[in-house]
């Protein structure tokens, strides 16, 4: 479902389950991941990539159909697994190999920079259309983010944006086609391994601070 | 003064009193004319445009210069507005048909988009070359709109910006010409009403929180 | 090391110390050419500039080195001064001659505009390679005046960036060949200087109210 392999100094998480929705299981084998990546030695960074046409499209709605009573743990354990990844000591790049929905466009943003697939798949933050509003941290990590304009369009209209409208609006800060992404991804990932990932971590902590704290906050406004 | 008509799924409303600067009988058609959205039932938006060679040319000074006691309230209404139309459960869209200065322009960034006209007018912020500040609502509006830099050359140069200026600043999202700056709006503006109004509401007042606290709060800092 | 000269209503401010770093003498003679401005009458505006091909390294690490005990009181004094070009009550331009690293460039950015030199110089946030964090005042200040993704690469990577780089960032304003760049930064600030300064240093010190509280704050998170 989800597989860490280390290529060098870049581990390459791959999201292997489907349309990638965050699933319990999913959620708790990719804190394992990060875990992994957190207590790795030397120099390290980190790339993200789905599989097939997707990278994630987020919550996992059926699920939480199910489980109705679940819903501020769910959306907690998912707004943590973005606090975690903007907390990680180490770089981070999402190879964007398909669609990236709600949930999985955020986790997008939780990177440090995100290249996305040309040919196909769309960035969209469905959730206006979908009748649903941000949790605050979900709010706060997309205007940390994204440039204003490009987050007010995003939120209140669900614009599907593919790769070059998404570069275009400071979404993504790289495209490239399909074959190419995870390798531009690793590429990039690989240019910055040697940082030293406790300061890398510190400064993104810092610059995220308010974010941070809204990710770890109260889900329901 | 102001004429409020249905369009379809549109409310245009047209503010058509010359100058359409912020008299109080004008605040309270405004006013009134947004309750009127804000209780329609089903699909809306909303589209605001001018007449003649103005959109809106902000504050009353006259009215203001004989009525210096009431200065607080006044600017206490204005902000009222702002944040009113910020919290509109509809999509907005403003037709930027003509000059668009100080709290004229600030009306404009308190739209979801605005659309603006090409041939002639501008984008102004000129209260710096008026020896006035802006209220913390009214820079806490303009901050949250525009890109740091436009907000920064705006506010403290006070540079009027044609159209295309404007577009490339991020302060408008569209330009066209005259005849078609309203039809672009509300051909805009109807690409938005099947939207949930309630959603579209709630997402906007999440985003811009603390620029909506700051509206509502003290105009004299 | 430090020399103020008026040219009519510009004041131009040049650093002529080698790589410009902030030794203490050098942030003496920087604050009393700053006391000279804010007590100037009439039109002004601030022009500073380096000499050759530095405009400023930013802190004196030698000195720093040498006086480890002083951190504390010398990182206090350094947001100081940034706060004070940032409460200017006259509008500045940073001519940024040569390279702009680490608390240089964040100099840079305590101006309201910059004029890049571009053949040669780099404006440049090493910290992360340094082993360096920010202190708040600073990372506020960074955060305050770049883009959103100019900020993140910038502090997260430490990428070099040449002016041409550094205008598409958001970090500079203009660009200029070497004997062109201290004309454009006067003539830019000659066409601001009949400005009411005391507005605008009340209209700055209101826009950059957070970032202006933690430069004055505490150095040491």
């Keep these: 479902m989800i597989d860490l392999q280390r290529d060098g100094d ?3 998480l791959r999201l292997d389950a489907g349309e ?3 699933a319990p299981d999913f959620l708790g084998a990719f804190e394992d991941a990060l875990g992994t990546v ?3 030695e030397g120099p390290a960074a ?3 990539v789905g ?3 997707f990278y994630s499209n987020g919550l ?3 699920w939480l159909g199910a489980n109705p009573d679940r819903l501020e743990d769910y959306l907690r354990r998912v707004n943590g697994l973005y606090a975690r990844l903007l907390s990680l000591p180490a770089p981070t790049v999402a190879a964007v190999n398909g669609h990236a929905f709600a949930g999985g466009g955020m986790l997008v943003l939780a990177h440090d920079f995100a290249v996305m697939r040309t040919d196909r798949g769309y960035f969209c933050l469905p959730e206006v259309d979908l009748g649903m509003s941000f949790t605050p941290g979900m709010g706060a990590l997309i205007q940390a983010r994204l440039p204003k304009a490009s987050a007010h369009e995003a939120m209140i209209t669900g614009r599907r944006y593919t790769a070059e409208q ?3 609006a400071g979404i993504v800060q790289h495209t490239a086609e399909q074959e190419r992404v995870l390798p531009v991804a690793t590429e990039l990932a690989a240019s910055l391994a040697a940082k030293d990932g406790a300061i890398v971590g510190k400064i993104r902590r810092d610059m995220y601070g308010p974010a941070l704290e809204a990710l770890r906050g109260p889900v329901l406004a």
Aim: a neutral charge; aromatic letters at 10%.
């Design 10 to 12: 870049v581990f390459v």
């Design 51 to 53: 599989t097939g046409k």
């Design 46 to 48: 980190l790339v993200t």
């Design 60 to 62: 996992d709605l059926e």
């Design 166 to 168: 998404a570069r275009r």
């Design 20 to 22: 990638n929705r965050f």
């Design 38 to 40: 957190e207590e790795s």
